[in-house]
């Protein structure tokens, strides 16, 4: 399929070929029909991706300071490093979305399901069965359900099939065309301001800013019984104003908002204002607050200064509101993600119910967009459009149409011709089915012993693993991600031959003999099981898993007595062995190894001290979530037990816990960990969440024979009592990454012993269980 994307860094925007989507739990697969281009944001994120560094720096003070405090803690030429990355990621434009539903919640054809074997990457809980929901469950007082076939509204990007949560799209009725409900989106946001504003029937208000959001908020106010005075520079949108029955103000022809709001009220002022602008000065917000009378309320809708004046509210008593998109459940994920909604009776209007009554509203006559479409464009023709927009004030709504009518984005099946036959292009990029895509040539199977498959195209994977895995000389096959932008993205910055939403490629192409997973920790043990049983090496991101029964699965499917894999060509040239391997990196790390060299030879057991500064993240962050990340003591804090397993050579016998705060939480991130070692060796891990961000983030000491040993953050490493040894340090922090990566590839190549002896790997993961028990129940576990 094709989609719109925008480079934020060099500030080209392309037409892209992806693989579609798939509908994974409580989400909807819809192809579109029809897209609005939203010209004032959309325009906006074009014009900052076409800005220069000093430029994007001045819209975005605050990232700025984010990247200060990251230069501070980790460095300036890390930090620079992954600024440039991110800039780099391609951003989905687009959030106005009609179409037809194709799948909803799961279901599949008979086709679709004869295709594919059963589907093990579906949302499981903890017994390995897959969470089945009811998709079509009534919502408050909104659409009864969703089948296929269904006529929809979304937030979807501009793309040919989109796939977003149930609660973020729609039904639109019979009697509203595809155009028109491309506006609901737009019409959301617009009346989500305006219940915030609270109008009542009869009075006057302002709308500063007249782009499609202002139009429509015109329109609400109207619907809604008020008066309305129009404000903006442009005069063409004025006049569409007033075609709607507002009046207006041109600031352009030097109109004065302050003296229109007053000669319009008898000098009382406006009771309210709604603030659809984009701008960067502050004199909109004095402008509003003086236009307003004493007690009224000012809304901001869009973006605009907010140097405010305390004299401008603190005489008329003005109330000062920012409104949050489509309304209630935006940027909440367990209501976006989860399908949570909230109860009509506590929370009446949340986005999806704007939707509807958005919709509603255009089906009854009462809001009506048809004037505000300016230009129609095919979406082959996009480029044509944002060009359109950018350059032409006039531009106002801009619809897309896709297919000419037709059912859904047409594929071009050309893998059936041999390699020698394949134009350059479709040697580079070949539609292999709706669901992958070839991103790079072929290459010979013979050409490299390691053959790669990746689920997962997160932050993590492109900044850290890709690159390591780059320099180790494998070859790339397939990158697997759920929506396909940033697994496209990565597979061609990288190599990768096919970029697929189908995790089961991966398992199913003979060729692939490595899988590396870096998704969220939920996914972990079914990726590593269903990966092992097709007879592949892999490579997992901690945690390896998130509870005791996955753990038995994983060790089930495992098998590490030497078995034969279960795919006849395997490409081990020569292990029978299976790896499994876990990304605890930090004992590959050059301090790591000079401290064991030191220690070596030691008579006595360690004494480990383990300080790690973590950091906030927020509360509704996935990782504290229990059936997603398992909590930051299980998805981060493995890294440190196993650190202290790989100094000591010994396992984890006991493991006592004490968490900050008067009762337990999974969510915690601030605890102290006592593990007890066969050898005798004791280590305290200290993970704090609530330390300062110029405070080291990870310290190690070990104290052992009257000599101590000081590490600091993977740079340099102290030595106390020791003949010889002051200092060791390297030019960068090196937390092991690139070893590790290097070291489990030449394993897989040349064969022999698993890297980490998965008894270890074993005994870490049950420490981590076993230090959330402790802190729960307030007794030492051993194990």
Known sequence: MKQILQNLKTGKMEVADLPCPQAGQGSVLIRTRASLISAGTERMLVEFSKANLIQKARRQPEKVRQVLDKIRTDGLVPTLEAVFRKLDEPLPLGYCN????????????????????????????????????????????????????????????????????????????????????????????????????????????????MGLIGLLTVRLLQANGCEVLAVDLNAERLKLAEAFGAQTVNISAGGDPVAGAMAGTGGKGVDGVLITASART?????????????????????????????????????????????????????????????????????????????????????????????????????????????????????????????????????????????????????????NTIRVHQRVSAAESKVTIGLIGAGNFTGAVLLPALKKTGVRFQAIASSGGVTGTHLGKKFGFEESTTDTERIFEDKEINTVFVTTRHNSHARFVMEALEAGKHVFVEKPLCMNEEELEGIKTAYQPSGIRPQTSDFRSPTSDCRHLMVGYNRRFSPHTIKIKELLAGRAEPLCMNMTVNAGIIPQDHWIHDPEVGGGRIVGEGCHFIDLMVSLTGSM????????????????????????????????TVNYFANGSKSYPKEMLEVFSEGRVLRMENFRITLGYGFKGFKRFRTLRQDKGHNAEVAAFVERIAAGGEALIPFEQLENVTRAGFAAVESARERQTVIL
Request: net charge negative.
């Open 652 to 683: 984890v016998q006991s493991v006592s816990a004490c968490m900050a705060g008067d009762g337990f939480a999974v969510r915690t991130d601030k605890m102290s960990i006592v593990l007890g070692f066969a050898d005798g060796s004791v280590g």
């Open 98 to 209: 009609v179409g037809r539903v194709t799948e909803v919640g799961g279901q599949r054809s008979e086709r679709q399901k004869s295709d594919v074997r059963c589907r093990k990457s579906e949302v499981r809980v903890d017994n390995h069965e897959p969470r089945t929901t009811n998709y079509l469950e009534d919502r408050g007082q909104g659409i009864e359900g969703l089948k296929v076939g269904d006529r929809v509204v979304s937030n979807g990007p501009h793309a040919e099939v989109v796939c977003v949560p149930r609660n973020l799209c729609a039904k639109i009725p019979d009697g509203v065309t595809d155009e028109q409900a491309a506006f609901t989106v737009l019409g959301s946001i617009a009346l989500q301001g305006m219940r915030l504003a609270a109008p009542t029937f009869g009075e006057k208000f302002m709308v500063f800013g």
């Open 282 to 434: 502050d004199e909109i917000m004095h402008q509003a607050a003086e236009a307003c009378r004493k007690r009224g309320r000012i809304v901001l809708v869009g973006v605009v200064g907010l140097n405010l004046r305390r004299s401008d509210f603190y005489e008329k008593e003005i109330t000062f509101q920012v409104s949050c998109s489509y309304g209630p459940g935006r940027y909440d994920e367990k209501y976006e993600q989860d399908g949570q909604d909230y109860p009509i009776g506590y929370v009446r209007w949340t986005e999806q119910r704007n939707f509807e009554a958005v919709l509603g509203a255009l089906e009854a006559g009462r809001l009506r967009v048809d004037e505000m479409i300016t230009h129609r464009y095919p979406f082959e023709e996009a480029e044509k459009a944002y060009e359109k927009i950018q350059k032409d004030s006039s531009a106002l709504g801009v619809i897309l149409e896709y297919g000419g009518g037709k059912e859904g984005p047409q594929i071009t099946q050309i893998t059936q011709k041999g390699e020698d036959d394949l134009t350059a292009d479709e040697r580079r990029l070949t539609q292999i089915s709706e």
